[in-house]
């Protein structure tokens, strides 16, 4: 365990608690309940929580740290966690430019914060199935003589079913795009666990069901007023869970190979774990796991700016905001190659024994190709050429869903645009 990092043993034990079950879960395809609630309670949850609000006041290269490590152990629970942390950074957003300063937040973002140093969770409720809501929610909040409640079906709501709290995006009677935090202790509220993806398949990601679920109204907020760089951040954490597979391979293959005595006539020592070309194939993972975490700290570099800019000028803020969102998009471009090939050259490393289905190692490909299919990276790459050649801005808030015909396409850079200057990177 490699977290020197102003974080209790109790966390850090927890983390390393989490790599010893994580085979035995995957093979069974067991939610890692009880291991979630460990990890809340040693204080996952309020890592940039700030000190003086009872958390541990981590920047985001810091925390980005901790979380390398826990999903090197089991890479699906910091996507699990990724709600959670966009809440909680828009509550910072709002801690540092509605009030005087971060020690005397507004009331609702004090009350927050004491939720989260509380221990209370945060899942994920944005995407909906079928047509969706390709440019408006289908989830809709309405006020009624009791107050406000929502109905809508969510789909990929990672972390919900361990969550005390649904962040979920609806609209309003106006048309209006909100972001609701929802009671996941309520009646009206219904998950179920159908996620049926073959990798990372033990993130909650499945449906959330709401039917005249109360909302209370110091929770409703426009979709557009939280912080900038929302979809940067949850791009990050799936970088961070892309690097997290890339160590556990190497980590893997390594150790496999080290207690390994069964080798060939024909291999080039009689130990392999002495064969230069089994410890070349182990060095190239090793090395494609060092660049993922070089990246995804570079990225978290990029976040910690963004955040920074929260008390300047909004063009500022904006210009920040794009700078990490084509950084994760970039990082995004940059690794999925690179990882899903270091993945698979484990099993050059072990031979026929390395597809045993005891071992679980292809879970490392199933998990690196499920993340890197979330948010289409060559969507990723063009925009990162349209910013190049023509200085466009990138696309920082996005819908998925089935166009209608009302629906406007989306904006691009024709060929022909007239366009500013474009920026040197």
């Known amino acids: 365990m490699n977290i020197q990092l102003p974080v209790p043993q109790i966390l850090r034990d927890a983390v390393e608690r989490v790599g010893l079950s994580a085979l035995d879960r995957e093979r069974s395809r067991e939610l890692a309940r009880e291991e979630v609630k460990d990890l809340v309670a040693a204080g996952i949850g309020r890592l940039r929580v700030p000190e003086l609000a009872g958390g541990f006041g981590l920047d985001w290269v810091q925390t980005t740290q901790v979380l390398l490590e826990l999903a090197a152990q089991d890479s699906n629970i910091p996507q699990v966690l990724r709600g959670h942390f966009a809440v909680q950074e828009d ?12 020690s005397d937040p507004a009331p609702l973002v ?16 944005w995407t909906e199935p079928g047509k969706g809501g390709f440019h408006q929610s289908g989830t809709v909040v309405t006020e009624t003589d009791a107050g406000h409640v929502v109905n809508g079906v969510k789909y990929y709501t990672t972390g919900a079913i361990f969550a005390d709290w649904l962040d979920v995006t609806a609209r309003d009677a106006a048309g209006r795009e909100l972001a ?3 009671r996941r202790d309520q009646p009206g509220v219904e998950i179920d666990d159908d996620w049926d993806g073959f990798g990372q398949r033990t993130t909650g990601s499945g449906t959330a ?3 005249d679920a109360v909302v209370e109204e110091a929770e409703l907020r426009g979709l557009t007023d939280r912080f900038p760089y929302q979809t940067a951040l949850y791009q990050h954490f799936l970088l961070i869970v892309l690097a997290g597979v890339a160590e556990a391979a190497a980590r893997d293959a390594a150790a496999l190979l080290h207690e390994r005595s069964r080798t060939f006539s024909h291999a080039n020592t ?6 230069p070309q089994l410890l070349q194939a182990v060095g190239e993972v090793d090395a494609v796991a060092a660049l993922a975490r070089a990246q995804v700290l570079a990225t978290a570099a990029s976040l910690d700016a963004a955040f ?11 210009a920040a905001a794009n700078a990490v969102e084509l950084a994760t998009g970039r990082a995004q471009v940059a690794l999925h190659r690179p990882v899903l090939e270091a993945v698979t050259r484990i099993f050059d490393v072990l031979g026929a024994s390395g597809v045993s289905q005891s071992r679980g190692l292809d879970r ?27 200085g466009s801005e ?3 808030l996005w819908s998925v869903g089935e166009p209608t015909l009302n629906d406007e396409p989306a904006p691009a850079s024709p060929p022909d645009a007239t366009v500013s200057a474009a920026p040197s990177a």
């Open 270 to 275: 009689r130990t392999p774990r002495t064969d």
């Open 91 to 102: 509550l910072l957003w709002r801690a540092g430019t509605e009030a005087d300063s971060e």
């Open 394 to 396: 990138p696309v920082r």
């Open 180 to 182: 609701v935090l929802v």
């Open 308 to 318: 920074a800019a929260r008390t300047s000028a909004q063009d500022a803020q904006i």
């Open 364 to 390: 490392h490909w199933r998990n690196a190709r499920t993340v890197t299919s979330h948010n289409p990276w060559v969507y990723k790459a063009r925009i990162a050429g349209d910013h190049r050649v023509n």
């Open 110 to 125: 004090q009350r927050w914060l004491a939720r989260l140093t509380a221990g209370e969770l945060v899942g994920n409720a």
């Open 209 to 211: 069901r709401l039917t």
